[in-house]
């Protein structure tokens, strides 16, 4: 009843068959391996791109502190003079190399 299992077509066949699965399964096996190999290749670029811009924000992080420093200069130097312009309130920053500052605020109806 089974005799036709024994013909050589019929095991080449499933020969051929169990061939290629073994070769699939090796492919997915490699894909794998280069799925692998590429994670690591963008972890290193990542690494040295986060070193590259730590170094960054450090120089940033002295600049802000040094433009804070002088910031903190200016502004214990300069006083608010209020002026009255014909009903008008006008506010002036003035340091010691003159007006800085000037600009006029719309405070009529409260004169």
């Known amino acids: ?4 299992l ?6 080449l066949s499933h020969i051929f068959v169990l061939v290629v699965v073994g070769m699939m399964i090796n492919f997915g ?3 794998l391996n280069r799925l692998d ?3 690591n290749r963008l972890e290193v670029r990542l690494d040295e791109r986060i070193n590259r811009l730590d170094e960054r924000i450090n120089g940033l992080d002295e600049k802000i502190n ?5 910031f903190l200069e200016f502004k214990e130097e300069m006083r608010l003079v209020p002026v009255k ?3 008008w309130v006008a506010g002036a920053m ?18």
Request: net charge positive; no cysteine; glycine share 16%.
């Open 29 to 31: 096996f490699w894909q």
């Open 66 to 70: 040094q433009l804070r420093g002088e």
């Open 37 to 39: 190999e590429r994670i």
């Open 94 to 111: 003035i340091g010691s190399s003159g007006v800085i500052f000037g600009g006029f605020q719309l405070l009529r109806g409260l004169l």
């Open 85 to 87: 312009i014909a009903g």
């Open 1 to 4: 009843m089974y005799r036709f």
């Open 6 to 11: 024994l013909k050589p077509r019929w095991i």
